[in-house]
């Protein structure tokens, strides 16, 4: 296996899921929140408000440029007859 290839397989391993769906959204998602909780912590509510409303931001962002279709599945929901 060629360094090119060990260097793609390690590029689309960080970018995505062992299922094979994006992980930008999941890795955005932690580190706004482990930031927002460290500043939040050390007494930044505002900034930790702005962090946690950047990681929503990218994680809509993600979701609307994105091309991915999730896979059909049974997906939580809120309705309790089963209808989707």
Do not use: C, I
Not at 5 to 25: E, K, V
């Amino acid at each position: 296996m060629s360094l090119r290839d060990r260097a793609r397989t390690a590029l689309y391993a960080a970018m995505t899921n062992p299922d094979g769906s994006p992980a930008s959204a999941r890795r955005t998602t932690q580190v706004a929140s482990v930031t927002a909780n460290t500043a939040a912590q050390h007494g930044h509510a505002g900034a930790a408000a702005v962090v946690a409303g950047l990681g929503a931001a990218a994680v809509a962002a993600e979701g609307a440029l994105s091309n991915y279709v999730y896979p059909p599945g049974d997906y939580a929901t809120f309705r309790e007859d089963g209808k989707r």
